[in-house]
């Protein structure tokens, strides 16, 4: 970083990403530039607000990601808080942080990746924060969106007799980072990967947070409680059963198994269900819907072309999760899903 300083390096990160025209027909009043950003609110709107942090070694390594994928990734895991509450991305702040040396063709090819991923879900990017630090790369995206008022759809809006529905295939990201930690290739070196591999890298590199999914669960009026799923399928019905008061019970053979998941877990020797339970960063979404209203639901969702599958329900035990396994047994789902402060570490 030797030849550029803070501001010249934020310069050459942001400008003309984001041409003025399309940022002032996004609602940005005043971008980057100034001492803080300044954007047009929707009137009636409420404003949605999370943020999310990638870092080195945490959530990439050198192996496991291209360095345009750590910004797409970055954008699309804060992108899809703002999904899970039914919520319209709009604007986006970027706080990142390296150690002095980094190469400016690395944070410059992390923000190509963060501005595709803002053009795909139409987020502005109008600020951030620009640090050096002594550990790895730390990537924090920031997103404020909108939702109509009381309209957002909720971890705590579960009731026992509502059907539980994911969107689309979960477990593929997780299995995804198992082959690249496995493999330990250099990122942009893989090139031998087959085509059900590529996919499972293709997860995890490239995340896409189910936004139109969000909105149209939201629309149909007939979602009550929604998350994401981040840190996997157990730990995040487990924090709608324990938001919501209720028990979850997950059907093993109504939950699909993508084909290059299935293939992948029978050459490791291992069960698909243990990525798709405990693996995590899939950032599909899982929610519950009046059983009475679940067909109509997902008919709805097909028409438009969003995969809805129902995969259990929510029951008036205590606060649980449990799999009713194939073979009939009724497993308990321990809590476990990806923990920062876990003493191995995930
Ligand atoms: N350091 C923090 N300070 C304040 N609030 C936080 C902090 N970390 C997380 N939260 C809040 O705690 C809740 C759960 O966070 P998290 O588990 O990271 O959400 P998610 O998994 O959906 O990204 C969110 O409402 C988030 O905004
Ligand atoms: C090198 C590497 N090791 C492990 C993981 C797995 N991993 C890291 S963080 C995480 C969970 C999601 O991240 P988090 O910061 O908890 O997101 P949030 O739940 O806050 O949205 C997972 C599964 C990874 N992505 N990369
Ligand atoms: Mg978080
Ligand atoms: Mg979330
Ligand atoms: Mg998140």
Redesign the pocket.
Known sequence: MSSLDEFGLIRMLTEGKQPESLLRAGGVETGIGDDAAVAEATPGMRLVMTC???NE?????R???RDADIGFKAMA??V??IAAMGGIPRYALISLSMPKGTEPERVRSIYDGLYESAARWNVMVVGGDTTSCTGGISLGVTVIGEVEPGRALLRSAARPGDAVFATGLLGR??AG?DL??NRAIPAGNWGSFDPQEEALVQA?CRPEPQVNAGRLLLESGMCRALN?I???LASEAWEVAEASGVGIDLVEDRIPVADELYAYAARQGKDPMDYILY???DYQLVGTVPAGQALELQLRCKAAGVPLHIIGCVTGEAPGVRLVQSSGFLLNLGKR????FAEE??
């Open positions: 999310d942090t990638m070694d945490i959530h990439f390594k192996i496991t990601m895991s804060a899809s808080d990201s997780s980072l690249l930690l995890h994401d981040s840190d996997g693996g995590g960063e899903g990806y923990n920062h570490g995930g």
